[in-house]
């Protein structure tokens, strides 16, 4: 069993920031990857950035240095997503999900509001 569990959404401005955590527990101590992902109103969910377990770090382009997605170097299976200057497109529900082989686990979600 593993419970995927995520904070830090909110309101903020546009250009404001906001950091997102991500704590993964249970049965599988290693995971090969965790990231974000999110889905606005009306649309499909989409990914935002991952990191691998060797470190790697992959983002869509629309957050392109503007979100940076690390790992906690203390607590295993932690992820954080820091979202710098917020523009209302960013706005939507933010997911975060762990991987394993072929399997994937997930949160409910944090709301994310950006306001113009």
């Known amino acids: 069993q593993v419970q995927v569990v995520e904070s830090g959404g909110g309101l903020v401005q546009a250009g404001g920031s906001l950091r997102l955590s991500c704590a993964a527990s249970g049965t599988i101590i290693n995971f090969n990857a965790m990231g974000w992902y999110r889905q606005a109103p009306g649309k499909s969910r989409e990914l935002v950035a991952l990191?691998?377990?060797?470190?790697?770090?992959?983002y869509t382009a629309s957050v392109k240095g503007r979100f940076t997605i690390s790992r906690d170097n203390v607590k295993k299976n932690t992820v954080y997503l820091q979202m710098n200057s917020l523009k209302s497109e960013d706005t939507g529900r933010y997911y975060c999900?762990?991987?394993?082989?072929?399997?994937?686990?997930w949160g409910q979600g944090t709301q994310v509001t950006v306001s113009s």
């Open positions: 990191i691998y377990i060797g470190g790697d770090t992959t």
């Open positions: 999900a762990a991987v394993v082989g072929t399997r994937d686990f």
